[in-house]
């Protein structure tokens, strides 16, 4: 195949943002293109804040590229010049008889060489003391873990796109009968194209991807902590999961409240007619959990709601592969709740696969998905 020149990145997320600014440092001709303005609202990166952690069960791939995507967080930070990554620790919450999944996370961090330590239940209180610990076994700590800003980090990504000579465009991009992606109603022409359009990639290639992913909603709700109480700030308390609940939080930063969101898989979302808004059962639902798991919030005022969308595949894996019929096109969808983390790694994982370095990763193929164990996972 010729030396690609010209690459059109389709979706200005985190996913399509890094893949374009990889592809511009490999010295193509980039353009990036976005029906609306980087991390708008209803994009799954918008947002203000996504755990970083390596804790992703038996899986080495994962807990290797959230380390590398910490130090290129770190990077950006320092080009963009402002803060992106915030390093307040991790903490998963092993359940009493559920703990298979912290416990492979643990074999993994020790056979990688990343750093962690467990608290046992026993010094949960005192660690932790406006968690209340019960039928937690022990946690796992990861204390060069943190949040990245998931809106700041999406612009600084684009913008430091735009600053090594990358162009941004707004259009709308549909395909044809045949998948072919196309631009404001022309096909759309260049040596590497990639469509990242995240929760929208299924209705865009109904043949191809819709099959293997479904899209759910994400209500997010952030809690305002008693007044002068610093307990659940970002430099008191770490980001938590607690996969007993089917929850997962971030202590108060940046001026947002403490942010906990329980996960309902059963919640579809229409992505072009529905309002954004947080439902009164979603509110219920987290004010009982927040209730019995951290008290002393209980009853407080929410300060901030949002809601996003999860694009989840049958095994938890990401979709990045070429289209089956297209060979200069490649499909990023199936962001199952935990992309963004990989941010800039998964931009030069797309690159590489689009400049053919290398094939796809089997567990990222389009074909012969399945199910995998459990702890295997990256949730």
Known sequence: MARS???????????????ALALRRQGLAVTLVDAWEPGHAAAASGGEHRILRASHGTDELYARWSRDARVGWLQLAEQAGQELFVQCGAVMLAREGHTSWEDASRQTLTRLGIPHF??????????????DSRGIAYGLWEPEAGFVYARRATVATTGQFLREGGVLR?????????????????????????????????????RSVRRLVQVVRQNVIMIEPPPGETAYDQGSFPCWIDHGNNAYGIPAAGGYGFKAVLVWKQLSIDLNGEDRIVDATSIARTRRYIS????????????GTAVGQIANTIDTHF???RHPEH?????????????????????????????????????????????????????
Request: hydrophobic share 40%; with cysteine; proline share 8%.
């Open 5 to 19: 020149t010209s690459a059109v990145v389709v979706g200005a997320g985190i996913a399509g943002a890094s893949t």
């Open 118 to 131: 467990v608290a046992p239940a026993s010094e949960l209180p005192a660690r932790l003391p406006v968690l």
């Open 170 to 206: 707004r259009g709308r991009v549909t395909t044809d009968s045949r998948e072919h992606p196309q631009l404001d109603g022309r096909p759309l022409e260049a040596d590497v194209v990639v469509m990242a359009c995240g929760a929208w990639m299924g209705g865009l290639f109904p």
């Open 292 to 303: 019995q798991r951290f008290p002393g919030l209980a009853g407080r005022p929410i300060n």
């Open 319 to 321: 979709l990045i592969d």
């Open 327 to 379: 060979e200069r096109v490649v499909l990023v969808a199936g962001d199952s709740g935990h992309l963004f983390k990989h941010g800039p790694v998964v931009g030069d994982y797309v690159a590489g696969l689009a400049l053919r370095r290398y094939e796809t990763d089997p567990r990222f193929r389009l074909r012969d998905r399945g199910s995998v164990d459990a702890a295997s996972r990256p949730q």
